[in-house]
């Protein structure tokens, strides 16, 4: 198994996520502070937060991305780099985009170079991952789109939007080992589904270089519970 060490380091391979679109500002803020207690990788929410994400956690590592043409995938590139250069403006350390799956489906890679490589462009050296909803694909479309990403300088691949994720490690690892084989500079974050300690530890184990979950906050807390609180006094030690 993968070996952490603590806490903060379980922390650093987690991606928070949080894309709730009922959620208030105040409700937003309540949660930016629960996770200004430990620093996490990153933390994923709407472009609407990003702004406040960026005042709240001024004092933390914890990097701020945010998503574009989320969930679907299929708005104009011109749409998709509008949307990342506000967030960027506002603030935003990661950009998350969603792949066209109708271009990926007619293997009109042309079209998604170019995405990519506006997309890349704009941001120059923060980070690119890009979302495929790997569920809604072949093994063989996943190798070429993840060769496509590599050649295009993304620095991760994001399996899932959250709306369609596999039911079992099984297919997640399959995804992984797929990935490493025909791109393996791409960076792997593995999403949908993954609310325990011991399936994130268990991915990481797989091949994962991180894990996005909805539950990252809940599954470090545990973690520090059961590995780094426990206080015990020892007995004095005699020497007769």
């Known amino acids: 198994m993968y070996k952490i060490k603590n806490s903060k380091e379980?922390?650093?391979?987690?991606?928070?996520?949080?894309?709730?679109?009922?959620?208030?500002?105040?409700?937003?803020?309540?949660?930016?502070?629960?996770?200004?207690?430990?620093?996490?990788?990153?933390?994923?929410?709407?472009?609407?937060?990003?702004?406040?994400?960026?005042?709240?956690?001024?004092?933390?590592?914890?990097?701020?991305?945010?998503?574009?043409?989320?969930?679907?995938?299929?708005?104009?590139?011109?749409?998709?780099?509008?949307?990342?250069?506000?967030?960027?403006?506002?603030?935003?350390?990661?950009?998350?985009?969603?792949?066209n799956l109708n271009h990926l489906k007619d293997h009109k890679y042309n079209l998604i170079h170019e995405e990519l490589s506006q997309l890349r462009e704009l941001l120059g050296d923060k980070t690119l991952k890009v979302i495929v909803e790997m569920q809604a694909i072949e093994d063989s479309e996943k190798a070429s789109i993840a060769k496509v990403l590599e050649e295009n300088k993304v620095d991760f691949i994001k399996t899932s939007t959250g709306f369609i994720a596999p039911d079992n490690i099984y297919s997640k690892v399959n995804d992984i080992n797929i990935i490493q084989k025909y791109a393996p500079q791409l960076k792997i974050e593995i999403y949908g589904g993954v609310d325990t300690y011991k399936l994130a530890n268990q991915l990481l184990t797989g091949g994962a270089d991180l894990i996005g979950s909805d539950n990252g906050y809940e599954i470090v807390d545990k973690y520090r519970t059961l590995r780094e609180n426990t206080q015990v006094t020892p007995k004095p030690i005699r020497f007769d």
């Open 10 to 99: 379980l922390a650093s391979l987690i991606n928070c996520i949080n894309l709730n679109n009922m959620i208030s500002e105040e409700e937003m803020e309540e949660y930016l502070d629960k996770l200004g207690e430990l620093n996490f990788n990153s933390i994923t929410i709407s472009p609407t937060y990003v702004s406040l994400a960026k005042e709240k956690l001024a004092d933390s590592t914890t990097k701020i991305s945010t998503v574009v043409g989320f969930p679907l995938g299929f708005e104009t590139t011109e749409g998709k780099v509008a949307q990342a250069a506000k967030a960027l403006e506002d603030g935003a350390d990661e950009i998350e985009a969603v792949i």
